[in-house]
């Protein structure tokens, strides 16, 4: 099916993706697909002030009916789960299966929020005065900006909308500029599910079509309550000041550099399918993605074999074709930004194998590599660098305080696993002297959380959390509530004051 034959199926007006400045191109081939029109920076104060109204008018809409907009949604996703999900495919070049599990996870953080809508709960505590009752009470913030990255083009809006619009928020996005296609279609599926609704106030979920100055005006607006922004730890550090400096919120979600520990106890079956899938899984372009592996010298050369094998055999091809299992890089930047890695990795010591780029005759301008395995010596300056590409670094360790140390000893800290039969190792690794991770597993891989737990991580990953558990209290402000139900009105702490 044509890009533009699926964009109409999902809603997406033919005129918007025709003729605008910005072209869009698919990693698939390198072929542009779209030129799709830009706000400027003056949209994104018009669009701030019609969210405040839209905002206004939802935050006294009940909570659970706010949660059958979000029912709708995932109504129509639902319906159009293998659409949606082609066209991250052909805009993201995720290979189906994932696109069509990033639908999924829309899908999952919808059903949450539904449920969530009707769990907006705040505390009751005891007060020290006598015929005083003291609570919390949690309302809606305002309006919620939401920035999102090219790897996740359609999830990561939908993990903050969900729960925004169940919170009594309006949103606004802005996706990556390489990925427009995919909000658009959204947006039109979100409008789909609004006429469902019937009486949902105007402009509640918009999105801004623009670059890095259309991102900067949203970081910058003072009606702005929250900026949730994913991608770089570059764009987290100067988003994070700017919207600190006007006493804004901001729930950052950057760059990992995500290891697994494989013990010598470790099932090295299980370790396996956890290494391929985190780290060579989406082309090596997750924020999950496994970087490194720190193995036990005693297992390192059985893995490292059945490593090379895997790698030689996995199936490198168009996204599209069932089958492939590692689609192409987003663009010709991210492939140089990989070569400029091997180069540092084998200046620092590294035995590289694979990361040469493959079916260049058939995708001239399409960027497929074969994912790479360096060997490192230690952990040094290359190792510690997120690139955004399938390259994991292997280093083996004889000490286990060694390994956990070198897990840490990154200035990342988003995912980590450890593959090990040994309780103690285990325990020790999900302990406060353990990872320092925001997501540490055990016999699991590093990459595809479930909606269901909060999602994030610490130091230059930003330290937000969204999705599931508590991480609805961010789109959220709360009010602490002291009500005096006596006939005197005595101070805390037992002050005395002017009797
Ligand atoms: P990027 O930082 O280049 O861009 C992300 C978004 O930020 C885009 O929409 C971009 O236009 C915008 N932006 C850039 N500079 C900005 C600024 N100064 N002010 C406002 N907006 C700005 O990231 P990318 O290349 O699209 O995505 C890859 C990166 O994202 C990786 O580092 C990856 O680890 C990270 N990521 C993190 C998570 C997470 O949940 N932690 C999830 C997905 C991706």
């Not at 979600?253 to 399918?273: K, P, Q, T, W, Y």
């Amino acid at each position: 099916m044509q890009t533009a034959e699926l964009l109409e199926k999902l809603g997406v007006d033919a005129a918007s993706i025709r003729g605008g400045s910005l072209s869009v191109a698919s990693p698939v081939d390198g072929q542009e697909i779209a030129r799709v029109a830009q706000h400027s920076v003056a949209d994104v104060a018009t669009a701030v002030s019609r969210a405040k109204q839209a905002y206004t008018a939802w935050r006294s809409v009940p909570a659970p009916r706010r949660g059958e907009l979000v029912r709708l949604f995932g109504e129509v996703l639902r319906e159009e789960k293998e659409n949606l999900g082609k066209l991250v495919s052909i805009e993201a070049g995720k290979i189906l299966a994932e696109g069509a599990g990033e639908v999924q996870e829309m899908i999952d953080i919808c059903d949450f929020a539904v449920g969530l809508s009707r769990q907006l709960y705040g505390l009751t505590i005891a007060s020290e005065r006598p015929g005083h009752r003291m609570m919390e009470t949690w309302h809606p913030l305002g309006v919620i900006g939401v920035i999102s990255a090219f790897n996740f083009p359609v999830a990561v809006w939908s993990w903050n909308t969900a729960l925004a619009l169940v919170c009594g928020n309006a949103v606004i996005w802005k996706p990556s500029e390489k990925t427009p296609l995919t909000a658009l279609a959204c947006q039109a599926l979100f409008e789909r599910a609004l006429k469902r609704f019937g009486d949902a106030p105007a402009d509640l979920s918009q999105v801004l079509i623009g670059e890095r100055d259309v991102g900067e005006a949203l970081v910058d607006n003072h009606d702005v309550a929250l900026v949730s922004a994913t991608g770089s730890t570059r764009m987290g550090k100067e988003v994070g000041p700017r919207v600190a400096a006007r006493f804004g919120r901001s729930l950052l979600e950057l760059g990992g550099n995500n290891a697994i520990i494989v013990s010598e106890s470790a099932d090295l079956n299980l370790a396996m399918r956890g290494i391929l899938f985190g780290a060579i899984g989406t082309a090596g372009q997750r924020c999950t993605t496994t970087r490194r592996v720190i193995v036990h010298e005693s297992v390192a050369d059985e893995l490292l074999k059945r490593l090379r094998k895997a790698y030689d055999s996995a199936v490198i091809g168009s996204p599209l074709e069932t089958g492939t299992l590692v689609g192409p890089l987003i663009d010709k930047d991210s492939f140089d930004a990989m070569q400029t890695a091997l180069k540092n990795a084998r200046e620092q010591g590294g035995t590289v194998h694979g990361g040469e780029r493959v079916l260049q005759d058939k995708y001239p301008n399409g960027y497929y590599v074969k994912p790479a395995i360096v060997e490192m010596p230690e952990q040094s300056s290359v190792v510690k660098h997120e690139t955004f590409a399938p390259i994991l670094y292997v280093m083996r360790y004889t000490d286990f305080q060694t390994a956990v140390d070198m897990q840490n000893d990154v200035p990342q800290g988003l995912s980590s696993a450890i593959f090990s039969n040994d309780l103690r190792e285990a325990e020790f690794f999900l302990s406060a002297n353990g990872s320092d991770c925001g997501i540490a597993n055990v016999n699991i891989g590093t990459s595809g959380a479930e909606i269901g737990g909060a999602f994030g991580g610490e130091k230059e990953t930003g330290g937000g959390r969204e999705s599931g558990s508590d991480a609805w209290k961010v789109y959220m402000r709360r009010a602490t509530n002291t009500i005096n139900y006596s006939r005197e009105l005595p101070l805390a702490q037992g002050i005395q004051f002017g009797d």
